[in-house]
Every structure is written in structure tokens, then in C-alpha cells.
């Protein structure tokens, strides 16, 4: 089965790691200006999806903070009330900072869309061995603020043409998560391998599928192949978000822009976690396909 095409496709980014208010807009990427109001950044990642003939808005995370979030969404002009959905890439606090803040703005019920694994105890270890933790997402918070869970463990329809992938198999030799990351079982800690991570897909007519990754702790190369699988589509336009490449070793980042260039996107955006490295070396490797990512970026579709 193929996914339905739409159009009319514009997304936004709210919370990323950097804002830059000097960027020009070029033809299908708008920027927010220098005469604005400025933009917050922080490590973390929001973004809006409108989604213009389904007639829906979507938004995917909301950053790490309870500042930037809803500082930024009026001075891009995102009315909270207007959003349909909320999609949690995965349960990390840069992710879902300003979660419970959002609920309140949009003030009534609304679908938010997550993997059950995005309630787990989390610990960060280390590389002397000590542990940075405990962190938990609170279900009842969520509900009590207004959110209406969907939990997934396959892909999901949030409108025509657009799916939330539900969790993503890892298949390439090179993507590895990082051992680092680990999850409370039992009276254990024990190494996570992130399986709520998710991203969203949108097949644009006439162009082909627009990835958007939260943090791509699957591999962003997996996530486009799973894209592909689900959708039905093989033609990549875009591929944006978080590459999680910031630690990659030289081989697996080799790898990786070998493989997203083979998919032929014309547009490439790495956001958030991608590391400054590796968003170089997409910049130098891909011209003419990369775009820097700041807060404010508009892409339209």
C-alpha cells in the first residue's frame, strides 16, 4: 500500500540548538528576519508541521526548557488552540520540556502520540562511570494538563499523507546507539536501546517523502529506510531534524552521508543533535541540497 500524496506542506522549526536572525530565505526556505523579535535557542528540538490541504497542524517535541517553546510559537505566528496532535519523537528531556506548558496554552484535549517506552526510568552514564539520573516522563502530568495518549508500536496516521512511524528497525551495520544511554529494569540499570524513537513521514506530490527525525537515535539512515517501507514510496525530497552524529565515529559518519546522499534527497537540514562536524561536513559534501538549520526556518513544500 502507498501512502496517499498531499501538499501544501510548510514546517517550521520552533526550539532548535541555534538561532542565527541573519539568514536570508531562499526559494522554499523562509527565514524569520532580523527586524523581528528575537528567537530563544537551547539544546533541544520543537517543530511545527502544517499540513495545508489535509487541514492539519502538527506539532513533533517541545524542546528541553518551559522558555523557549512558548516564547517562540507567538512570534512565528503558531496559535497552540489550532494544533491537532502532538507527536513525542522519543521520551528525552530536551524533547518534552515545555510538554505540560504546551497542554495548558492549547486548553482542551488533545492526541499525543508516543511510545510506551517514553515513560521509563533513564540514566546517562558516564565515561568515568558515574551515572547522571533519574529521569522520568509523568504520564498522569501529561493527562492531567489535557493530553489524550496514543500509544504506538507501529506506524500511525496523523492525516492524509502523513504518518508517525511507530519504532524503527535497525538494520544498518554502522548506526549503533550509544551505550551510554540506560533504562531501570527491575533493580537494574541497564543499557536502553531507545526503542520509542520515532520520526514523521509526509508524501508531498510531485515531489516524495519529507523525513523529519526527532533525534534519529535509530540511525537516520534507518529511518529513511523504514520511510520508504511504510510509505510505499521511494523517491526521498527532504530529510531534517536531529542526526544524532555528534560522538559518530569518522567511519559511521562516512557511512552516513554516502547513504542519505544515494537516497538523492534535494534537501538536507540536519538540526539539533547532529553535532557541528558532521552538519559541516553534510554543508561541504552535499551543496546545493544542504540548508543550515536555525530557529525560525521555514520550509515549504
Not at 8 to 18: F, G, M, P, R
Not at 94 to 114: K, N, S
Request: aromatic content about 6%; charged content about 20%; proline content about 6%.
Amino acid at each position: 500500500m502507498t501512502l496517499a500524496e498531499t501538499a501544501d506542506v510548510a514546517i517550521t522549526i520552533v526550539v532548535d540548538n541555534y538561532s542565527y536572525s541573519l539568514m536570508e530565505s531562499s526559494p522554499g526556505v523562509e527565514r524569520y528576519g532580523v527586524i523581528a523579535e528575537p528567537l530563544l535557542a537551547e539544546h533541544g528540538l520543537a517543530v511545527f508541521i502544517r499540513l495545508g490541504e489535509a487541514g492539519r497542524e502538527i506539532l513533533l517535541d517541545a524542546g528541553k526548557t518551559k522558555v523557549s517553546l512558548v516564547h517562540n510559537l507567538p512570534r512565528l505566528g503558531i496559535d497552540p488552540g489550532a494544533v491537532d496532535q502532538v507527536v513525542i519523537s522519543h521520551g528525552h528531556p530536551d524533547h518534552t520540556g515545555a510538554l505540560l506548558e504546551f497542554l495548558e496554552l492549547v486548553g482542551r484535549p488533545i492526541p499525543v502520540v508516543v511510545h510506551p517506552d517514553a515513560f521509563l526510568e533513564r540514566w546517562f552514564e558516564r565515561p568515568d562511570g558515574t551515572k547522571q539520573g533519574p529521569w522520568q516522563q509523568d504520564r498522569e502530568a501529561w493527562e492531567g494538563a489535557g493530553a489524550e495518549i496514543v500509544t504506538l508500536g507501529e506506524p500511525y496516521e496523523l492525516a492524509a499523507g502523513c504518518l508517525a512511524t511507530g519504532p524503527i528497525p535497525r538494520r544498518t551495520a554502522f548506526e549503533k546507539v550509544t551505550s551510554a544511554a540506560l533504562y531501570r529494569r527491575g533493580e537494574e540499570l541497564v543499557q536502553d536501546p531507545i526503542h520509542d524513537d520515532q520520526a514523521i513521514v509526509i508524501n508531498v506530490r510531485g515531489k516524495g517523502l519529507v523525513v523529519v527525525a526527532g533525534c534519529a537515535h535509530s540511525g537516520i539512515v534507518n529511518t529513511v529506510l523504514y520511510a520508504q517501507e511504510i510509505s510505499g514510496v521511494e523517491r526521498v525530497w527532504a530529510v531534517l531534524g536531529g542526526f544524532h552524529l555528534g560522538a559518530a565515529e569518522p567511519e559511521a559518519l562516512e557511512s552516513t552521508i554516502e547513504r542519505l546522499r544515494n537516497f538523492g534527497p534535494q534537501l538536507i537540514m540536519p538540526c539539533h543533535c547532529t553535532g557541528f562536524d558532521a552538519t559541516c561536513r553534510f554543508a561541504r559534501e552535499l551543496p546545493g541540497k544542504f540548508v543550515p538549520c536555525a530557529v525560525g526556518t521555514t520550509l515549504n513544500f
